[in-house]
């Protein structure tokens, strides 16, 4: 996937995945990873995401990665600065751990899910190398027959998250939501069954 494509949705304005308020996920499970205030969270591919709001309020420092120019501006513009938030723009896998510095902790809501099969590997690489041992994560995934709607975004079934973090971290399945009633417009899409997992993931 280009990063071209991601750019198009944004002057588009074609940014469906964006929630205007935060993911229940945190409110629900967020708590369960143990993290004190002043601890640091990463946010990759973040858009403009509220969710980074939430964490801030919480006495978390955020920091996140974003494509985007216009995403990054658009939040700024809505929320301001925040000395809590250090959202950047620039490409996921260009980071490095000294460029990120130290994280103890990663919200992933729409980043595994906005990539294609063949970038998800390479993805879950860079988040290893810009962790460290006892880093924890939530993450979440949707799950859907690839075959009636072509992502993003994709499918991420319970077998690739074991295959993808498996050799390299404690997993814990903590929800799972049937979305398809509340999501009109992916069963406009052809979708059937529309699920949501959030997982606990602590680097071994």
Same mark, same amino acid.
């Not at 629900?28 to 309020?57: C, E, I, N, Y």
């Not at 939501?177 to 999501?183: H, K, Q």
């Given at each position: 996937?280009?990063?071209?494509?991601?750019?198009?949705?944004?002057?588009?304005?074609?940014?469906?995945?964006?929630?205007?308020?935060?993911?229940?996920?945190?409110?629900?499970?967020?708590?369960?990873?143990?993290?004190?205030?002043?601890?640091?969270?990463?946010?990759?591919?973040?858009?403009?995401?509220?969710?980074?709001?939430?964490?801030?309020?919480?006495?978390?420092?955020?920091?996140?990665?974003?494509?985007?120019?216009?995403?990054?501006?658009?939040f700024k513009v809505e929320h301001g600065?925040?000395?809590?938030?250090?959202?950047?723009?620039?490409?996921?896998?260009?980071?490095?751990?000294?460029?990120?510095?130290?994280?103890?902790?990663?919200?992933?809501?729409?980043?595994? *899910?906005? +990539?294609?099969? #063949?970038?998800? $590997?390479?993805?879950?690489?860079?988040?290893? =190398? !810009?962790?460290? %041992?006892?880093?924890?994560?939530?993450?979440?995934?949707?799950?859907?027959?690839?075959?009636?709607?072509?992502?993003p975004p994709h499918a991420v079934n319970?077998?690739?998250?074991?295959?993808?973090?498996?050799?390299?971290?404690?997993?814990?399945?903590?929800?799972? *939501?049937? +979305?398809?009633? #509340?999501?009109? $417009?992916?069963?406009?899409?052809?979708?059937? =069954? !529309?699920?949501? %997992?959030?997982?606990?993931?602590k680097r071994r």
């Amino acid at each position: 996937m280009e990063a071209s494509f991601w750019h198009e949705r944004w002057q588009r304005q074609e940014i469906g995945f964006h929630q205007a308020q935060t993911h229940r996920a945190l409110e629900s499970h967020w708590a369960s990873l143990g993290l004190q205030a002043g601890q640091r969270v990463f946010v990759p591919l973040a858009g403009k995401s509220l969710d980074m709001l939430w964490l801030a309020t919480r006495g978390l420092e955020v920091v996140g990665i974003e494509l985007s120019p216009l995403a990054v501006d658009n939040f700024k513009v809505e929320h301001g600065d925040s000395p809590h938030i250090d959202l950047r723009c620039g490409d996921i896998f260009d980071l490095t751990p000294e460029s990120l510095g130290r994280i103890d902790a990663i919200f992933d809501r729409a980043a595994l *899910v906005a +990539l294609p099969t #063949e970038m998800r $590997k390479r993805y879950v690489q860079q988040l290893d =190398r !810009l962790s460290t %041992r006892g880093t924890r994560s939530l993450l979440v995934t949707m799950e859907y027959d690839q075959r009636e709607m072509p992502g993003p975004p994709h499918a991420v079934n319970p077998s690739e998250v074991q295959q993808l973090f498996g050799e390299t971290h404690d997993i814990l399945q903590l929800d799972y *939501v049937d +979305l398809l009633p #509340e999501s009109p $417009k992916m069963a406009a899409r052809g979708v059937s =069954r !529309l699920g949501e %997992r959030v997982y606990s993931l602590k680097r071994r």
